[in-house]
């Protein structure tokens, strides 16, 4: 069914947001759009009056190497960090890796419900053994509800939470397991106490599909016991440290000789 030439499937921004972010159209009735970020992972509805139609644009992000030594590659062979993506939404996964692949880093990739995660981490991480997890999906903060230091106020930081320790179970080392968790408005505080190494969101912003996988190239593509510059980081992804904070991290990318 089209409205006003907006039908299911088109991309779209809110006029009253100032058009800043790309929606794909899931569903229209008669007094309401709802809506799925392109890039950002968010959930929205919209009155059909307020949307304006646009094409998809894909985000230019680009990996910062600049900080990265690798070396003179005709003598040595780099062997980067094994990712374990485990994702909620599977186009949100999808773009994270192929998002890998450009970047040169072996990832695998696990669509499973965010209230699920916890229960099948550990089997995964035993079945894959990655050097980093990265445990995402949707989230919010509800301000509605309280304050945002009550994790009941929030969609699925519980659940974050919850595999979080599962990990940490696994392998209690943040050097040996680096994990980066949490989506749109997490409780960053309560993920990086059980265990996250990287967490969002310190300002309870939306934050980029891509920017867990940001940080876990960075993390795959700095040598072992090379601190990572986290600062750097941090500013590649869309929103900064407003978006995602962490502890400083070691890398975990083998050099070796002859190539």
């Known amino acids: 069914m089209i409205y006003l030439n907006i039908e299911v499937g088109n991309y779209v921004t809110r006029k009253s947001y100032n058009n800043d972010t790309v929606f794909k159209v899931l569903k229209i009735t008669d007094d309401k759009v709802y809506l ?3 890039f950002v992972r968010l959930y929205a509805d919209s009155k059909l009056s307020d949307l304006k139609k646009v094409d ?3 985000d230019d992000f680009i990996v910062d190497k600049s900080s990265l030594e690798f070396g003179n590659r005709d003598d040595y062979f780099y062997l980067p960090g094994k990712i ?9 996964l999808e773009k994270c890796l192929k998002f890998y692949k450009e970047n040169g880093v072996l ?27 990265i ?12 304050l945002k230091d009550d994790i009941n106020n929030y969609k699925n ?3 974050f939470i919850k595999a979080i320790k599962a990990a940490r179970k696994y392998e209690k080392s943040q050097e040996k397991l680096v994990i980066i968790a949490g989506a749109c408005q997490s409780d960053y505080e309560e993920l990086i106490k059980a ?9 309870r912003v939306n934050i980029h599909a891509l920017d867990p996988a940001i940080i876990a190239i960075n993390v795959a593509l700095t040598k072992r016991n090379n601190s990572i510059d986290i600062v750097n980081v941090l500013r590649q992804t869309k929103y900064g440290s407003d978006g995602i904070g962490g ?6 990318m083998y050099v070796g000789f002859p190539r």
């Open 36 to 38: 799925k970020g392109v």
């Open 56 to 58: 998809e644009t894909e």
């Open 107 to 133: 990832a695998i990739g696990k669509k499973i419900n965010e209230e699920e995660i916890a229960n099948q981490i550990t089997k995964l991480l035993e079945e894959y053994r990655p050097d980093i997890v």
């Open 157 to 159: 930081s519980k659940n």
């Open 195 to 203: 265990g996250a190494n990287f967490a969002s969101s310190p300002k």
């Open 84 to 92: 374990l993506h485990i994702d909620g939404d599977s186009e949100y």
């Open 247 to 252: 502890i400083i991290t070691n890398g975990l």
């Open 135 to 146: 445990i995402t999906g949707h989230d919010a903060y509800y301000q509605k509800k309280g």
